[in-house]
């Protein structure tokens, strides 16, 4: 078992060389980590990035694994972490992963035993709830300042044009082509409503706007899923929640939370991190503005935050997961909630093909509830033996012309598969 000596950086491997680059530019003296390893199976891109922050480097899990370090950071692919964080936990690392944390039920239920087993720390990198204005929301909600949580919303929304798509989506089974995201992609929505909040999810109904053949992002791409989707959630305090993620026009991230007594939510016009807040005008306190629009700092660690990449808002789990690890305690985000909001995109999509049927999000701190789920491996994954559709309108053939469109884009960002 590794053990972190507290007077020395923490010394940090990362997975995944696309995303994971930015958490190996972030793991420095500001958080007190180092960067000692990169694994990726891209081997052109490995040997670039490995230049480029002059550690070692693997293609293979198992030799990365064997690396002395204290910490694995898992940005490989969305659909794919469980198994690398259970590895890597049961090998004694801690583990901060990238969404989704599980992509079945079964995985779920594997890395909350292997979590629990190996008393390692494991932190899911939810960046979304550390962007100044949702630090500001939370500071403002328990301090009481619109009550109590009644109604929320969270809104990923990513379209982009075919080329950009297909460029991170090299190969006709990378998980962004076949992955129902606009149901599974929802961690980013949920996650700042959760922070804010401090409510957890317990059930989903999810509604799909259905893939669209004419609309190019998907006519000209080999995506084989949906538009986009918006899941309904009941909160553990019955508050209810809309995640709604996909590629519809009007690019942003957008929260909005409702309490009793007063409103917060980020600015949908101009600089979308200004934060209004509004109050009724016979509920607000003498003196105070019926509305305030104002650019939050980050509450806590501004300065620090300001010297990173991202606006700040990617310092905050590399941070976090160094504060947990040094100090022995599971971060906020830690694997129970990480799970919650990964299963509402597996359960969002089972309610999907059910006719929107609501699904329970259930509790995987009790070993008696995660039993029912231990064999659970539904999934739309193509490469899974009994696998489910990546569309409620069934199979999406893509056209011979979107296949070599798709391959020519491949071709020029390196991919040699197919
Ligand atoms: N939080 C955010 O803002 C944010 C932004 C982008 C991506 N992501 C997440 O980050 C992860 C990575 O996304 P990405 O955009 O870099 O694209 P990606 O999923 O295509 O990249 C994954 C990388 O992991 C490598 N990889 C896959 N399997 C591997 C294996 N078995 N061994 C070694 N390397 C392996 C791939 O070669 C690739 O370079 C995904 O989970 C995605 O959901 C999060």
New binding site residues.
């Given amino acids: 078992m590794k053990t972190v000596n507290n007077k020395r950086p923490i010394r940090v491997g990362v997975?995944?060389?696309?995303?994971?680059?930015?958490f190996a530019s972030g793991a420095t003296d500001l958080v007190g980590m180092k960067l000692v390893a990169l694994?990726?199976?891209?081997k052109d891109?490995?040997r670039e990035a490995g230049k480029k922050f002059g550690v070692a480097t693997?293609?293979?899990?198992d030799k990365?694994l064997e690396h002395d370090m204290d910490a694995v950071v898992?940005?490989?692919?969305?659909?794919?972490?469980a198994p690398?964080a259970v590895k890597a936990l049961d090998a004694g690392f801690h583990v901060m992963?990238?969404?989704?944390a599980c992509h079945t039920m079964a995985e779920g239920v594997a890395l909350a035993r292997a979590v629990e087993r190996s008393k390692r720390i494991y932190m899911f990198?939810?960046?979304?709830p550390y962007s100044a204005y949702n630090q500001e929301m939370r500071r403002l909600y328990l301090a009481g300042r619109v009550g109590k949580f009644v109604y929320g919303e969270g809104e990923y929304v990513h379209p982009d044009p075919a080329d950009v798509t297909m460029a991170?989506?090299?190969g006709y089974n990378?998980?962004?082509n076949w992955l129902p995201w606009g149901v599974y992609?929802c961690?980013?929505a949920i996650a700042p409503v959760m922070f804010i909040t401090d409510t957890i999810p317990v059930s989903v109904s999810a509604f799909v706007v259905p893939h669209d053949f004419d609309d190019p992002e998907q006519t000209e791409t080999v995506r084989r899923t949906d538009i986009a989707g918006a899941l309904m959630l009941k909160m553990d305090n019955g508050a209810i929640v809309k995640a709604l993620q996909g590629s519809l026009r009007g690019h942003g991230n957008f929260v909005r939370i409702h309490g009793n007594c007063g409103l917060m939510e980020n600015c949908r016009t101009g600089d979308k991190s200004f934060l209004r807040v509004w109050r009724e005008p016979w509920e607000k306190n003498p003196g105070e503005p019926v509305e305030q629009i104002y650019m939050p700092d980050f509450p806590t660690h501004h300065g620090l935050a300001m010297k990173t990449g991202?606006s700040g808002g990617?310092f905050f789990?590399n941070f976090h997961f160094a504060e947990a690890i040094r100090s022995g305690r599971q971060p906020y985000l830690d694997v129970y909630r990480g799970l919650a909001m990964s299963m509402c995109g597996i359960q969002g999509w089972r309610s999907a093909l059910a006719g929107s049927a609501p699904m329970e999000i259930p509790d995987f701190r009790k070993e008696a509830v995660r039993k029912k789920y231990e064999n659970d491996v539904f999934s739309p994954d193509p490469s899974r033996p009994g696998h489910v559709s990546s569309s409620i309108l069934g199979e999406i053939k893509p056209s011979k012309k979107a296949l070599a469109f798709s391959r020519a884009v491949w071709r020029k960002q390196g991919y040699k598969g197919k």
């Fill in positions: 997975i995944g060389v696309g995303r994971g680059s930015g694994c990726d199976t891209w891109k490995l693997y293609t293979d899990y990365f898992l940005a490989n692919y969305c659909h794919q972490h690398f992963s990238e969404c989704a990198a939810e960046n979304y991170r989506s090299c990378h998980w962004r992609y961690t980013h991202h990617d789990t």
